[in-house]
């Protein structure tokens, strides 16, 4: 079965500055996703990052960039220039491909989540 | 239209009370979940829904009833619930199951008195 961990549960970071959290995965698959999600107190899901695992170019929406870490199983997300509005609780999560070993049984696996607090 | 609505945003109920919550889609998306979230924890998977009908149910209790009348249209019945089912109930959907992309609701923050 796939894990994902997130070790820190808490960050915090000064406004405009930068700031990674960090996420690993354990899974025996070979081809896979891993997303990074935002959850603030509105409480929605809002996809941040998708990284498919067979691309081996770290995706990067705006400020938002991951180094992903294949052999590692690492999944890092860096937020640049942090701004008040990504004070959030963030979660890695892990899906596999469709189909496979998996079939008819793919999930999303989220890790336990770091909250992310800006300072002014 | 990329919005997955829910339905209500709050509710309160007894534990004798028979209550639903509703989740609706309208981009064309083959597959809807229920997830379940704690205060502090990561959503849990509840039940997935695929062309309408029941794909996975993650042993949910019995005072849990899903029901996807139509491919846009998710509910999940509640009857009999425990103080511990409080929690924020969140619906996805995602253009057939196994895709990766998932569209999340904002949720139904139900309390169990």
């Known amino acids: 079965a796939q894990t994902v961990t997130q070790s820190q549960p808490e960050m915090s970071v000064q406004e405009a500055e930068t700031v990674t959290l960090s996420c690993t995965y354990d899974?025996?698959?070979?081809?896979?996703?891993l997303f990074w999600y935002k959850q603030p107190p509105s409480r929605q899901m809002i996809l941040v990052i998708r990284?498919?695992?067979?691309?081996?170019q770290n995706a990067t929406e705006n400020r938002f960039s991951v180094n992903f870490q294949k052999a590692a199983k690492s999944f890092s997300l860096k937020i640049s220039d942090s701004q008040l509005g990504d004070a959030a609780m963030y979660f890695c999560?892990?899906?596999?491909?469709?189909?496979?070993?998996?079939?008819?049984?793919?999930?999303?696996?989220f890790g336990t989540g770091t909250r992310l607090t800006i300072i002014p | 239209d990329t919005e997955v609505t829910q339905t209500p945003k709050h509710l309160v109920m007894g534990m004798t009370n028979k209550k639903s919550l509703k989740c609706e889609q309208h981009m064309g998306h083959r597959a809807m979940y229920w997830y379940k979230q704690k205060a502090k924890k990561p959503p849990e998977l509840m039940f997935v829904?695929?062309?309408?009908?029941?794909?996975i149910n993650e042993s949910v209790p019995s005072r849990f009833s899903p029901e996807c009348p139509n491919s846009s249209l998710l509910n999940l019945h509640l009857h009999a619930l425990q103080p511990e089912d409080s929690a924020l109930y969140l619906c996805?959907?995602?253009?057939?199951?196994?895709?990766?992309?998932?569209?999340f609701g904002s949720g139904t923050q139900l309390s169990v008195l």
């Open positions: 829904y695929s062309y309408e009908k029941l794909s």
């Open positions: 990284q498919e695992a067979y691309k081996q």
């Open positions: 996805a959907s995602s253009q057939a199951q196994g895709r990766e992309k998932l569209f």
């Open positions: 999560a892990y899906h596999p491909t469709r189909g496979g070993p998996n079939f008819g049984n793919e999930k999303l696996t």
């Open positions: 899974t025996s698959e070979s081809d896979y996703y």
